[in-house]
């Protein structure tokens, strides 16, 4: 039974388990997959006839799916090229014959294909840091052996290429399941072939679930694309429904935890360059002006300046995402089509002891960005009730004695009016 949208627990679990199309390809923090039907269902209860569903920080494709399956037409962009390749192949629907043809072919050119000097001068010392020796032979042959098999045009290769990222961390000395960017000196050798017909399996199994989803909703458009939203000129309202969570900031750093990715697929050469625009980015940002202060309300600002006594650094990053957070309100009120409702999942966080506020503020720049019937609805975080700490190599676990974590999070809701 579906709980009615004032229920205090409305947004806090799922009533069906989640579609296994989410899970071919990890992604930190993914975004709840049940928040998509709810945020439909709070829409549909206060008289939002949704045709267009939009995701401005669309990540791995969660809502994009979730809107897919309901038949409804579905906008969304991410600044990251590893998260929309993921997004583009989960909210796609492939012939099964055609991929066991095309996985049959490709194992078998990988054991025929011979690396060369070109396919060398990809192999930057950051791969080499990560990957032995005979396993960058194996994965460049892996991926010679999908290029060559599957024509650039074609949307299988995406399908194998996002594939072959998810087995990069399995096949590296990356310490597995951990959120941050460490080698593990212990770490057995994955077989590269292994891991990508296992993967291969897998996606398999989810794509043929999906399709049956897919298959009973066919009158509705997809689009997914890499770009800076914040940067994005809106000719016109496209959405009457926003289902989106900006990152959290002193959270995730995700051009970090996509370096593997974005090296091997040639989306970056050094990943450092991903970090540049992402929302509070802290990279070569200088320190605010009296200006930039001026435009921010009172609460950001002592944020600001209490960071300040502990890292100035993190003190004009996390400025630059109030800076970034405001414009993206602004943004979203242009996107939305009149009487739209923008639905942001997000929650706040810690830093040296300071704590910021990015739910109460996100509150603040909606009220700026005209918004109205603002809501800010706390939900709780499953996984991380059950184990509400971290250890220091960033896994979730049990033990009281290691660092607490927040076990909740904010849905801020507003109207377009």
């Not at 806090?12 to 993914?30: C, N, Q, T």
């Not at 011979?114 to 930057?124: P, S």
């Not at 590296?172 to 891991?195: C, E, F, G, Y």
């Amino acid at each position: 039974m579906i709980k009615p949208v004032d229920s205090a627990t409305f947004w806090d679990f799922a009533e069906d388990r989640e579609d296994p199309i989410h899970r071919i390809h990890s992604y930190p923090a993914k975004f709840p997959a049940f928040i998509t039907t709810k945020a439909l269902q709070y829409a549909q209860a206060k008289g939002v006839e949704v045709h267009t569903v939009a995701d401005v920080f669309c990540g791995c494709g969660t809502t994009a799916v979730e809107a897919k399956k309901k038949g409804i037409n579905f906008w969304g962009c991410d600044i990251n090229p590893v998260a929309t390749l993921i997004a583009q192949v989960k909210s796609r629907d492939y012939c099964e014959s055609t991929l066991a043809r095309y996985f049959t072919n490709i194992k078998n050119m990988f054991y025929t294909v011979c690396t060369d000097e070109d396919d060398y001068k990809r192999v930057n010392d950051r791969i080499r840091y990560w990957f032995e020796d005979q396993n960058i032979d194996d994965l460049l042959r892996l991926q010679k052996a999908i290029k060559l098999i599957v024509p650039s045009n074609s949307k299988y290769r995406k399908f194998f290429l996002c594939a072959f990222s998810n087995i990069l961390k399995s096949t590296s000395k990356w310490l597995t399941k951990s959120i941050k960017a460490q080698v593990d000196p212990n770490k057995s050798r994955h077989d590269v072939m292994d891991a990508f017909e296992c993967q291969i399996q897998m996606m398999q199994k989810a794509n043929k679930s999906s399709m049956e989803a897919f298959t009973r909703r066919k009158n509705h458009k997809t689009s997914i694309v890499t770009k800076d939203f914040l940067s994005t000129r809106l000719q016109k309202p496209v959405a009457d429904l926003i289902v989106t969570s900006p990152p959290y900031v002193v959270s995730y750093n995700y051009a970090d935890l996509h370096q593997l990715s974005a090296l091997w697929l040639g989306f970056a050469t050094d990943y450092r360059d991903l970090r540049k625009n992402m929302i509070g980015n802290q990279y070569g940002i200088k320190p605010p002006q009296d200006t930039d202060l001026n435009n921010l309300c009172n609460s950001s600002v002592e944020t600001y300046r209490d960071l300040l006594q502990v890292d100035r650094g993190k003190a004009a990053s996390v400025i630059r995402y109030f800076m970034d957070l405001q414009k993206t309100t602004n943004q979203c009120w242009h996107l939305l089509n009149h009487d739209g409702l923008a639905v942001f999942v997000i929650g706040n966080t810690e830093y040296k002891g300071v704590t910021i506020d990015n739910a109460g503020y996100l509150r603040e720049c909606m009220v700026i960005s005209h918004f109205v019937d603002i809501e800010v609805i706390k939900r709780k975080v499953s996984l991380k009730i059950m184990t509400p700490y971290r250890d220091s190599k960033g896994r979730f676990t049990r033990d009281s004695s290691e660092r607490k974590v927040y076990n909740e999070e904010y849905v801020v809701i507003g109207r377009k009016r």
